[in-house]
């Protein structure tokens, strides 16, 4: 049952298609949204919210919130397993330059509750239960092929698609747009759980890059809990990496522990670092994982996601209302660039000082850091870029 829409169709509701949503119909752009899931998932994926993106999400409206439920850190550090503190950051050298000089520990879901809650306002409609299989485009619309949750074929036309499917994206795939890089070798796993690490470790800030020539770990706070990666052999089976098990024993040679952690969550996943050969392929658009993915090493992929759909929505409600098409094409170039060159380049560097195991490396890198944070105009440096606010400056001159 195709019929023609004056509309853009975003594909995915997941913060970065919520995000394009919201920014769209605030520039009075219609907007329908395709989604695959019933319901809101209230699970434990991205939670870390760096500066910038706040920003952006005052632009929305929905900082403030988003802010009075997570946790807000003002610092974060670099640690070595067995002599602690390496470097303390301090983001609150970012006053002036950004309205949140914090990263804000927050589980996603909750800002995908809210984003929904406000396209509400808008009355955007947001078609639940929908598997998108293909797209296919003339040269002034784009038709999504998909089927509801019965199988029944479904056809949705509109003027533009955002692709904004996640990592799998069926719009990415329609397309044959390539998705070259790597995958990492190690699986990482990640634990969730309720026990209190800052009572384990001295000066433990609420997130913390904890490097070991043998085993690196990460501890990252939200407001009810402490999350752990650690990287696990590839060679074993999910099953056996998430056995209950074998959790305890990682978390207990994290910190030991007289009695059971109480563990609320785990999963094991392989990390990619992929980057799409085009954002762009006529009236559609990727945005989010489905045209970058990285390690979760700086917490830079939903952040930069957020990044491309603000990017992204700015320049088509542009479009829209009157401008060249060709703004699509400088998207492509802004949001490409920023992800080979920033978010891959800097989370690559956080696995490579915290895999490092030649000890001449790794004091180098660890006097590099102190070095770093003694000196003031360094030290904003560096939480100019881990923050990702200069990725932005940065973009701005790319024609």
């Not at 609150?92 to 520990?105: C, D, K, N, V």
């Amino acid at each position: 049952m195709a019929s023609t829409h004056e509309r853009v169709i975003i594909v995915g509701a997941g913060p970065v298609g919520l995000v394009a949503a919201v920014q769209l119909a605030r520039r009075g752009v219609p907007v329908l949204i395709l989604e695959t899931t019933e319901a809101l998932a209230e699970d434990l994926r991205a939670s870390t919210f760096h500066p910038p993106t706040l920003d952006m999400l005052d632009e929305l409206g929905v900082a403030s919130d988003v802010v009075r439920q997570g946790l807000i850190c003002p610092h974060w550090q670099f640690r070595d397993r067995k002599t602690g503190v390496i470097a303390t950051f301090d983001l609150g050298l970012l006053a002036g330059e950004t309205s949140h000089p914090y990263r804000l520990q927050c589980e996603q879901w909750k800002l995908t509750r809210l984003l929904r809650d406000k396209l509400a306002q808008h009355g955007v409609d947001i078609v639940y239960g929908i598997t998108v299989n293909a797209v296919s485009q003339t040269d002034s619309t784009v038709t999504v092929l998909g089927e509801d949750s019965d199988g029944a074929p479904l056809s949705y036309e509109g003027r533009y698609v955002i692709g904004a499917d996640g990592a799998r994206s069926a719009v990415r795939k329609s397309l044959g747009v390539d998705f070259p890089g790597m995958t990492i070798p190690e699986i990482y796993l990640t634990m969730s759980t309720s026990h209190m690490f800052e009572q384990d470790f001295p000066d433990l800030s609420s997130i913390a890059y904890i490097s070991d020539p043998e085993e690196w770990f990460v501890l990252l706070r939200t407001p009810t809990l402490w999350r752990v990666l650690i990287p696990t052999d590839p060679t074993l089976p999910d099953e056996q990496i998430i056995d209950p098990a074998r959790v305890e024993a990682r978390l207990q040679s994290i910190a030991p522990q007289a009695s059971a952690y109480p563990v609320v969550h785990r999963t094991a996943y392989r990390v990619h670092e992929r980057v799409a050969q085009n954002y762009v392929a006529g009236r559609v658009m990727l945005a989010g994982d489905a045209a970058h993915l990285n390690n979760p090493l700086g917490g830079m992929g939903m952040n930069g996601g957020v990044h491309d759909a603000m990017n992204l929505a700015d320049k088509l409600s542009q479009i829209w209302h009157g401008a060249d098409p060709a703004l699509l094409l400088r998207y492509e170039r802004q949001r490409r660039h920023v992800a080979v060159q920033t978010v891959q380049a800097q989370a690559l560097r956080n696995r490579s000082i915290l895999n490092e195991q030649d000890p001449a490396a790794r004091r180098a890198y660890h006097d590099d850091l102190r070095a770093i944070v003694a000196d003031p105009e360094r030290h904003r440096d560096y939480v100019r870029k881990s923050s990702m606010l200069q990725s932005l400056r940065d973009l701005e001159q790319l024609d």
